[in-house]
Structure formats: structure tokens, C-alpha cells
């Protein structure tokens, strides 16, 4: 079963399928012990790879080479891919798609909003004309082989967003996003607009949408879930801790034990990425 064929399956599958944003191979080898399924995440590839904010600095070569390291490394995982607005061009969307395909992702997610771009869970979003996104959608759709197709659409606007969230769900993409969701209750209004549609759902620490479990997601009707920024936020967390109780030791490293990572055990996760270890991977 191809990758787009496993991702496709488990959307339809009973209950919501969580994906975990990774921002780096590291990232991406951790989270792999704990769940089946990767996004990779703009915001998270933008801070690793750059240093900067997620605001459009995504040079397209750069994610399609990183999502080959990763296909190389994680063969049995989803890869969803956040592709932006797919880097302005409805041209240059078609030849990412169809490049991420042939390195193995799973599927891609394309965003109506206009430059320059934000954060889905940040202020100051613009969209694009609701047909001008159809019609770049409509291609990235044709351009596809087999590719999961997430259309997501930022507006702000209460009845742009119901308008915009039934568009989207007439069209061929897989599934659909509204970003940056308030409320509970409005995840039940999009979710009625769109029908029998896949719903997609992206939380993120500090954002604009509730935080709530993949049980509770699961009886709202979402199929989806994208956790876009726990391992980033994370590692800032641990790595300023860290250094912080460096400094304040004088330099003195801690002493390792069972609750810690030393060399052994970091070499041990890595040596799992090694591609001659994996077998029968999926085609």
C-alpha cells in the first residue's frame, strides 16, 4: 500500500489520527517511538532551518529535501507536509507536489492565505480571493497522482469562513482545515457545513483553538488532528533549562542515570534511523 493509500486509510479509520509536527531528523526520531504519523510543520521548519518566524521565509527545495531525509529514515511513518500558500505560484505548488510525492510524503497541506503570510493562530491573516485559491487548489488537485490533498483556508470572518469551509468541501481535496478555531462550537458548525467531508483539526500551544483531547475530537466528528509545535516548544524549553542549570553549576555537566540521555542512549535512537536496518518497508 503506498504512503498516500496507508495516510488515506487511517482518515477514514474510526476515531481521530493524531500527527505530531517534527522540526528537525532529531525531532522526527523521538517522536517516532511514541506515534505513527509526522507533520511537518512550517512553523517548526522555519525556527529550525532559518531561525526565523514562520511568515514566508520557506524556500521550496529546502522542504522537499527534508522531507527525503525523513522518508529515508521513518519509512513506515505519515508524512503530511505543510506546503504554505505552496510558495506563491500556482506553477511552482504543482512541481512541489509532485516532487514530494516522488520522495515519499504523504500528503500536502495548501493554505488560501495571500503574502505576506502568518501563522494560522496569529493576527493579521489575509486570504486570497475565494476563486483565486480554487483555481491553484484546482491544479495542485490535477497535478497529484495519489498525494492527500488538506485544504485549508484562513479567514477570520465568521461568514467567510462557513462559505469558504463548503467551498473547500465540494472540491476533489481529501480533507478539509479551518485554522485557528475558537470554539468548540465551531468546530460543529464547520463540521455541518462540510457534510460527510474529512475534517481536519490543528492545535497549537499558546494559539487561538481550544485545547482538547483526541477523545473529545473524535466526538466532534474530527478525523484529524495536527499537533504542530510540542516537540519545538519543547526542546526550547529543555534546552534553556539545561543550560541554565549548566551555568549555574559552573560548567559541571549532570550526572546521567535511568531517567537521563547520555551517549548510549542518543546513539541507540539514531542508530534505528539507519536504512539498511529497516525491512519490507511499504512501496
Known amino acids: 500500500m503506498s504512503h498516500p493509500h496507508r495516510l488515506r486509510a487511517a482518515i477514514h479509520a474510526d476515531g ?8 528537525d531528523m532529531f525531532s522526527a526520531s523521538v517522536a517516532a517511538q511514541h506515534y505513527d504519523g509526522m507533520f511537518v510543520s512550517g512553523f517548526g521548519f522555519a525556527a529550525s532551518h532559518y531561525g526565523l518566524p514562520d511568515i514566508g521565509f520557506i524556500a521550496w527545495p529546502d522542504i522537499i529535501a527534508f522531507v527525503q531525509r525523513l522518508r529515508l529514515a521513518f519509512p513506515r511513518q505519515h508524512l503530511l507536509v505543510d506546503i504554505d500558500d505552496g510558495y506563491v505560484d500556482p506553477e511552482t505548488a504543482c512541481h512541489v507536489v509532485q516532487s514530494l510525492e516522488a520522495v515519499g510524503a504523504s500528503g500536502v497541506i495548501l493554505e488560501d492565505q495571500k503574502r505576506p503570510r502568518r501563522c494560522g493562530h496569529v493576527d493579521g491573516k489575509q486570504v486570497l480571493p475565494l476563486e483565486e485559491y480554487l483555481e491553484k487548489l484546482d491544479m495542485v488537485l490535477r497535478a497529484r497522482r495519489d498525494l492527500v490533498v488538506v485544504a485549508r483556508t484562513d479567514a477570520t470572518e465568521e461568514d467567510e469562513i462557513l462559505r469558504r469551509a463548503k467551498a473547500l468541501a465540494a472540491t476533489d481535496a481529501d480533507i478539509v482545515l479551518v485554522d485557528g478555531v475558537r ?6 458548525k464547520v463540521r455541518r457545513v462540510i457534510g460527510d467531508k474529512p ?6 500551544a499558546g494559539g487561538k483553538s481550544p485545547r482538547l483531547s483526541l477523545s473529545e475530537l473524535t466526538g466532534l466528528g474530527v478525523d484529524v488532528a495536527i499537533y504542530s509545535t510540542p516537540c519545538l ?4 524549553t529543555a534546552i534553556d533549562r539545561a543550560l541554565t542549570d549548566l551555568k549555574a553549576a559552573d560548567g559541571r555537566l549532570p550526572q546521567t542515570g535511568p531517567d537521563t540521555v547520555g551517549v548510549a542512549e542518543c546513539l541507540a535512537l539514531l542508530e534505528k534511523n539507519i536504512s539498511r536496518h529497516h525491512e519490507h518497508a511499504p512501496a
Open 233 to 236: 516548544f519543547a526542546a526550547q
Open 183 to 188: 470554539s468548540v462550537d465551531w468546530i460543529h
Open 199 to 204: 475534517l481536519l483539526f490543528n492545535q497549537i
Open 16 to 23: 481521530t489520527t493524531p500527527l505530531i509536527g517534527v522540526f
